[in-house]
């Protein structure tokens, strides 16, 4: 697939340590439970959320000798989320090793390995951590492909652990989806399910554009029972692909709830508690920003003549504000109400105590579809 231009259409080594020979390889609950979520993402199970990212990264280790994975910490340690766990040890201090706590150097090597025909796999951290790698991939990663005239590729993964829901300190919990999303040249994932955290992080792997994957950290631990050796039996077959396409994970009749990555979980919930009152909510979860699947979003929309967006960002300029113009630009004759927004507020995300004031809530999105000119 070509590069996406728009959203309207998603211990310290060396270079020398990583064989060259890769690269030569690869050129051949209820209202007032306002943080409840739904029973489908908290019931025990098999499977965890870190176990489907450890086994996509795994595996495509294993399928391709072009694939590298290197960032602070994800060596020896298996990353501050374990999300590397066993990596090393593994495939080798050649696939998978530890950098120093350089962003920019990280990005900026991963550059030059993915211009050389190799797939790097970053790890930032932390998402407010990647700050200091933004001019890399702003200028450099989104870029490149454009800039080369489409002779050079840009196959790489950053991956971010990012989001509330943890109660991390200052520079341990940001939502920065918004940056990414606004730098055309860069595809931006979001899973929020085990089951798409597995295909859609073998997918932004795969790809020849570069990839921001956001990883919601709150959701890292949450379980479901998910068949791990079908979905990659499925995902080798091309039977499961989730780029580029929306899922409606809760139907309903009388109002969408459009979400992505952590606020998917809440608006299930919110979903969940309306029907107790006599509500039925469609739940559409975006699951990539670029490229954004408009069909299935609007087609939702125009079913139920209302909207909500829900997103932890801040409001002012960000995704949550595009896709309700989006919405509002080709739904406009369908609309029974305004597209309103439920997010984060627009301050600095908050200390941990008062992180649940910021997020959005059961509450906060019920109110808001309350508010969605109902002639009852």
């Known amino acids: 697939m070509s590069q996406t231009a728009t959203p309207q259409t998603a211990t310290a080594q060396t270079t020398a340590d990583?064989?060259?020979a890769a690269a030569a390889a690869r050129q051949a609950g209820s209202r007032a439970g306002n943080a409840g979520i739904p029973a489908a993402l908290t019931t025990l199970g098999p499977v965890t959320f870190a176990k489907a990212l450890n086994t996509a990264l795994a595996d495509a280790l294993e399928a391709d000798p072009a694939v590298v994975m290197f960032g602070e910490d994800i060596g020896t340690l298996g990353g501050v989320f374990r999300i590397t766990d066993g990596l090393t040890a593994r495939f080798g201090r050649n696939r998978c090793f530890d950098t120093p706590l350089a962003e920019s150097g990280i990005v900026g090597m991963a550059v030059g390995m993915a211009m050389n025909g190799m797939r790097p796999v970053i790890e930032m951290q932390f998402d407010a951590f990647a700050y200091p790698a933004f001019e890399q991939i702003a200028s450099h990663v989104a870029k490149m492909h454009n800039r080369s005239r489409g002779r050079l590729k840009m196959p790489m993964v950053i991956r971010v652990p990012y989001a509330g829901g943890i109660g991390g300190v200052e520079h341990h919990c940001d939502s920065s989806e918004s940056y990414y999303a606004h730098t055309p040249g860069l595809k931006v994932f979001v899973p929020a399910t085990v089951a798409d955290g597995y295909r859609m992080l073998r997918e932004a792997i795969d790809s020849d554009d570069p990839v921001m994957f956001m990883e919601p950290k709150k959701l890292y631990f949450s379980k479901e029972q998910v068949d791990l050796e079908a979905l990659r039996a499925e995902y080798e077959a091309g039977t499961s692909r989730a780029e580029g396409r929306a899922a409606v994970a809760r139907s309903g009749t009388d109002a969408t709830l459009i979400a992505y990555g952590p606020s998917v979980p809440v608006a299930l919930a919110a979903a969940e508690a309306a029907a107790a009152e006599g509500r039925s909510l469609e739940v559409v979860d975006v699951r990539t920003i670029v490229p954004f699947d408009d069909e299935t979003v609007c087609a939702s929309v125009r079913k139920t003549g209302r909207a909500v967006v829900v997103a932890e960002t801040p409001g002012f300029a960000?995704?949550?504000?595009?896709?309700?113009?989006?919405?509002?630009?080709?739904?406009?004759?369908s609309l029974a109400a305004p597209v309103l927004r439920v997010t984060g507020f627009d301050v600095p995300f908050p200390a941990p105590k008062l992180e649940h004031y910021f997020l959005p809530s059961v509450d906060r999105i019920l109110d808001a579809v309350d508010d969605l000119q109902w002639e009852d």
Request: a neutral charge; hydrophobic letters at 45%; proline letters at 5%.
């Open 318 to 333: 960000s995704v949550a504000s595009e896709i309700a113009a989006r919405v509002q630009e080709r739904c406009f004759h």
């Open 18 to 20: 990583v064989p060259v």
